[in-house]
């Protein structure tokens, strides 16, 4: 087996730890931190390099079999943090008009159109630049030319440019690979907006794709720009980068690719050990449901209100809780936010299945937060007497609140925005930390 450089994920379900000095064969909670004696240590913290010089992590599978990581000493630490669950948020990008939008604070106004020219060729280029590991070892780029109609209109080109995107190799509606999707918008009311509108666009996003976890070992997301060719019949027509992608922290497709790669430190890979232990694997991809945050104590959304079929969401009092690639659950219906719109308005990626009056309660549904603690041990190399340093890492993912919780917005730590699992290991973690030649901050899991 490989003793240098070895990375490994311990993953929670939440609960709070075991209480403190619990031998490691009366464990009974999923995760658990014990010291060289093989006893838990103290969930509200206390324990230092001193009491405890070497701590373990451990897991505790359903078939109650141990997964007991590489010893930890205090003198080899090298880093610790620790960080909060955030969504993965999707790439959107726009032709002509978009509606504006909020993103990493930067609030940008509604603006845009399509020129209109009859009977003009047009052409709009998809550069998709998740190269080398999505699509191929360079971008690859979706070309599309029209011609517009005798009689053009904005509506009728935003049409074309749907439709063609749409089924295209990497539009929604083939079978196979789904990469991007596109809708036609516009400044007015309805649908889309597109109920009086003056002006049009086409608005596009990134899909959910295959991830191939058993080969690629990497989260793989869609990635793109929209680019227009002036010199065809666009014009003056722009085009518009609402946000960017961004991978998220704590997202099931990161853990568990992050899990089934590091079995390879157990020979599962490579097969040096045997034999090849059974693989049991603790990432869920079950979200957890806050608490109604409509009258949060931080950050309150207020309650929600949209129209059957329509993707655009309101609220009473302030979007700021909320983020781009947050699942949210509205009366009991699942959604996903695409990109927030306004202070009061946000963007969902399917549109609402039901009207939603003044009383509409919302929640948010949240995955793990994640800490990450490296040292650098001496361990024996190649050749008589041959030491070496060997960078290792360990990874925690605990579930980021607990069900119900009544304020998730909030960052102070507590029982209403924090699981308790998470807290234990902070207590835990922190004040051992803190007495290691190292010493670092107490994280405080900001996202």
Request: glycine letters at 8%; one cysteine or more.
């Amino acid at each position: 087996m490989n003793t240098i450089n070895v990375n490994e994920i311990f993953i929670g379900n939440g609960s709070a730890l075991d209480a403190n000095n619990t031998n490691i064969a009366a464990l009974t909670k999923q995760t658990a931190i014990v010291g060289a004696d093989m006893t838990a240590l103290n969930p509200a913290g206390g324990d230092t390099i001193t009491t405890q010089p070497v701590i373990y992590l451990v897991n505790k599978l359903a078939d109650s079999t141990l997964k007991r990581s590489f010893p930890l000493k205090g003198t080899s630490v090298t880093s610790y943090k620790a960080e909060h669950y955030a969504p993965a948020r999707r790439c959107v990008a726009t032709v002509g008009y978009q509606r504006g939008s909020v993103v990493d604070g930067v609030t940008t106004a509604a603006s845009g159109s399509i020129e209109v020219n009859n009977d003009t060729l047009y052409n709009l280029s998809i550069r998709f630049k998740w190269d080398k590991q999505f699509f191929s070892e360079r971008p690859e780029m979706l070309r599309i030319s029209f011609t517009s109609a005798a009689a053009a209109t904005q509506l009728s080109i935003a049409t074309q440019i749907t439709s063609l995107i749409n089924n295209s190799a990497y539009g929604s509606q083939p079978s196979g690979i789904k990469v991007i999707k596109a809708v036609t918008i516009g400044n007015g009311t309805g649908i889309y907006g597109l109920t009086g509108a003056s002006a049009y666009g086409v608005e596009m996003w990134g899909l959910d794709v295959n991830q191939f976890q058993n080969t690629t070992y990497a989260p793989l997301y869609v990635y793109f720009s929209a680019q227009v060719d002036d010199a065809s019949g666009f014009g003056t027509t722009t085009s518009s980068l609402v946000q960017t992608m961004d991978p998220g922290i704590g997202t099931y497709n990161q853990i568990y690719t992050r899990e089934n790669y590091n079995y390879q430190f157990e020979g599962v890979l490579n097969r040096t050990k045997w034999p090849i232990p059974t693989l049991a694997y603790l990432s869920s991809s079950t979200f957890v449901t806050s608490g109604n945050v409509s009258a949060a104590a931080t950050s309150p959304t207020g309650n929600v209100t949209t129209v059957v079929d329509e993707d655009v969401v309101t609220v009473a009092t302030a979007t700021t809780g909320l983020r781009p690639g947050e699942i949210i659950d509205i009366n009991g219906i699942q959604y996903e936010i695409k990109y927030i719109l306004s202070a009061t308005k946000f963007v969902i990626t399917t549109p609402a299945t039901a009207s939603y009056g003044a009383a509409a309660n919302i929640k948010v549904k949240y995955l793990y937060n994640v800490f990450t603690i490296t040292v650098s041990d001496v361990t024996t190399g190649a050749g008589a007497n041959m030491g070496m340093f060997a960078n290792k890492g360990i990874m925690i993912a605990t579930p980021s609140i607990d069900a119900a919780a009544a304020d998730p917005f909030d960052r102070t730590l507590d029982s209403a925005d924090t699981s308790a699992e998470c807290l234990d290991l902070l207590d835990i973690l922190n004040a051992w930390m803190a007495t290691t030649p190292l010493a670092p901050a107490a994280p405080t899991l900001v996202p």
